[in-house]
């Protein structure tokens, strides 16, 4: 928990892509919770009294909320895709992930350095004494 709260200083100076990011997974999370909710009202009720209203707006309801869904999905691509594009800490980070284990345990050191230089572009020394450790 202390590295988890040592950690928060470097979200300050992008606060407000957080905020976005987290507002953007809570409605994703939402709407995917609704639909299988729609689905039941849609046979408990429209299908077993016959109400074709009912299923008509509950359809129209679920059309909605795969139009909101795709919505949030672009917002989400956005906010990784500018965090990429400013590159430093998230790019790497990012990057690390396509690499296979042992790569990622090579690594790791020049990464903690990158963190401990407040996210600035870590010293060419760290990068290459990480790219030597993994050679």
């Known amino acids: 928990m202390?590295?988890?709260l040592r950690s928060l200083k470097y979200l300050k100076p992008h606060w407000r892509l957080v905020v976005v990011t987290k507002v953007a997974l809570l409605l994703s999370t939402l709407t995917s919770l609704i639909v299988p909710y729609l689905n039941q009202q849609a046979i408990d009720l429209g299908l077993a009294r016959g109400d074709v209203r009912l299923m008509?707006?509950?359809?129209g309801g679920l059309i909605g909320v795969g139009l909101l869904r795709a919505l949030i999905n672009f917002v989400q691509r956005g906010q990784h895709e500018e965090l990429l594009a400013q590159g430093g800490l998230y790019k790497e980070t990012h990057d690390l992930q396509l690499r296979d284990q042992e790569q990622l345990c090579r690594e790791l050191a020049w990464l903690s350095e990158a963190a401990e230089d407040d996210g600035r572009k870590p010293r060419p020394a760290a990068r290459k004494q990480a790219h030597e450790f993994a050679v």
Do not use: F, Y
């Not at 008509?56 to 359809?59: D, F, R, S, V």
């Open 2 to 4: 202390p590295v988890l």
């Open 56 to 59: 008509a707006l509950i359809g």
